[in-house]
């Protein structure tokens, strides 16, 4: 048997979804989840069930027969309006034949013939057939004196009545123009986390939210939104390492050197127009000098940019791999988790996630080979250059993510621990409120907790065993954190390095 989902529209009343499930299991189909929380949408269910496709058929043709099926997600509309009745017997009745046949739906009245209006209706509408809605005025503006107050179609104004074509429709705004079939399986994803999540005690409309928060957070902070703050550090004569914390998720790391230019890591892909633009400002701008991209990992605000450049990127297998996987905990022990799952589609979705397609990897390693060449707790998978500095590429032990690298030039002390090791202190009030997004929504951003605290002090140890060294040529190690400032350990506590300045979309222009 396949695995089916679809969404049910159901009256608001006693027997409705007894009535979906006795179709479901006439048919011999396996409901395998349900969800309906009527403080939501008292009219909507989901349902995933095992069938076999045809009769999966047969199940949807008698539901969309009776009108439970959920087939498509129509703009519904709303509208307010003050109307004057006459004050006589049936002049409600009169106007309400209006309101059905246009196939209204009334979410509030307001009459009280004793008050300071006594002849006027305050009436707000939804409309599904927004066509129809010019025919409605068009009449009652030809009985009764009419005066609009508002009129929305973006799902504004909605009221949790119809919560889930609100929903949809604030979900287009940030997913383009989304084919209704697409926009369901969507929505279907997002209430599993929703369900996932209340069973967690977190409130389901809090989850809505907050995913809706992650969209417009991205949209509104890139184009003409779009800032960064950068940190220019000077690593000899001949090489410069810009650090550019974009507005929202990981860092993109740049070196300047004389013959090219070398990016670590590459953002959202959202904002990939607005680095080419600072890229520019910073004299940086020559795209054909970008000869390499290294990626630390495969989450989207680190590598999901990359595929807009020409330039290969150099990652692991596993990094690969879960690109082109749906979920972000692929390979890891919590591989099966619907919260990281959904996470991924949905984030991958609101920033126009664009992994590498040109891609060169680095060679697989065993753990259980004893000869293996290791860093630390970290074994070497590759070396290579940029400029005149050396780098070793380690392979992480997958707590944040499977497949990890970190990057590492001992010899100037600069490290690239991706998001194992971050100075959380160093981050902007807006950065660390749209992190905690995601770890709402997944529970944690590491994949295997007890991993990601074993690799954030085995990259501690490596930091303080490189710094021993480095005092001798009066220097520390230079943390480069995949969110936040370049930072040094003082006194076991990241430190920023040095100050950034910030870069504005608006006055670049």
Do not use: W
Not at 308 to 333: C, D, M, V
């Amino acid at each position: 048997m396949e695995q089916f989902s679809f969404i049910a529209s159901m009256p608001d009343e006693p027997g409705a979804l007894h009535r979906a499930a006795e179709i479901i299991t006439r048919y011999k189909g396996n409901i395998n989840r349900i969800q309906y929380d009527r403080r939501i949408d008292r009219n909507i269910v989901f349902f995933e069930v095992a069938a076999a496709s045809e009769v999966y058929e047969k199940i949807r043709e008698e539901l969309e027969r009776i009108g439970y099926l959920q087939t498509s997600l129509h703009p519904v509309a709303f509208l307010k309006f003050n109307v004057y009745l006459p004050n006589c017997p049936g002049a409600l009745f009169d106007f309400l034949n209006h309101t059905t046949s246009s196939g209204a739906n009334i979410t509030f009245l307001d009459f009280d013939d004793r008050g300071h209006h006594p002849e006027r209706l305050v009436v707000s509408l939804n409309i599904e057939n927004t066509d129809l809605i010019d025919s409605l005025l068009n009449r009652l503006k030809s009985k009764y004196r009419l005066e609009i107050v508002e009129y929305d179609t973006t799902g504004e104004k909605l009221d949790d009545t119809v919560f889930y074509l609100r929903l949809a429709q604030k979900l287009r705004y940030y997913l383009g123009n989304a084919e209704d079939d697409f926009l369901m399986k969507f929505l279907h994803d997002i209430n599993h986390i929703a369900q996932e999540l209340s069973n967690l005690k977190k409130d389901p409309v809090e989850v809505f939210e907050n995913i809706l928060k992650v969209g417009e957070t991205l949209r509104r902070t890139s184009g003409e939104g779009f800032y960064a703050d950068v940190q220019r550090v000077r690593i000899n004569k001949e090489i410069e390492l810009f650090c550019f914390q974009l507005p929202c998720g990981g860092n993109i790391y740049l070196f300047d050197t004389p013959g090219e230019k070398v990016m670590i890591d590459a953002g959202y892909g959202i904002y990939q127009p607005d680095v080419v633009n600072m890229l520019q400002h910073y004299g940086l701008g020559d795209l054909s000098l970008l000869k390499r991209i290294y990626i630390t990992h495969a989450d989207a605000d680190h590598c999901g940019a990359a595929g807009f450049f020409s330039a290969p990127s150099y990652l692991n297998r596993e990094t690969l791999k879960i690109t082109q996987e749906t979920s972000r905990a692929y390979g890891s022990s919590n591989q099966g988790c619907i919260l990281e799952e959904v996470y991924t589609k949905m984030i991958n979705l609101f920033s126009r996630f664009t992994p590498p397609s040109n891609v060169i990897l680095f060679p697989e390693i065993s753990y259980q080979d004893k000869e293996i060449e290791k860093r630390g707790a970290f074994p070497v998978v590759s070396r290579f250059t940029i400029g005149d500095l050396e780098f070793e590429a380690l392979q992480g032990l997958g707590g944040h993510m499977y497949g990890e690298i970190f990057y590492l030039c001992p010899e100037e002390g600069l490290l690239f621990p991706q998001d194992a090791v971050i100075n959380f202190r160093s981050l902007s009030p807006e950065r660390t409120e749209y992190n905690v997004l995601a770890d709402y929504l997944m529970t944690s951003v590491n994949v295997d907790s007890s991993l990601a605290k074993e690799e954030r002090n085995a990259l501690l140890s490596l930091i303080q065993e490189l710094d021993s060294e480095l005092v001798k040529k009066g220097r520390k190690c230079l943390v480069c954190c995949g969110h936040g400032s370049i930072s040094v350990l003082e006194n076991g506590k990241l430190v920023e390095h040095s100050s950034s300045e910030r870069y504005f979309a608006r006055k670049a222009l």
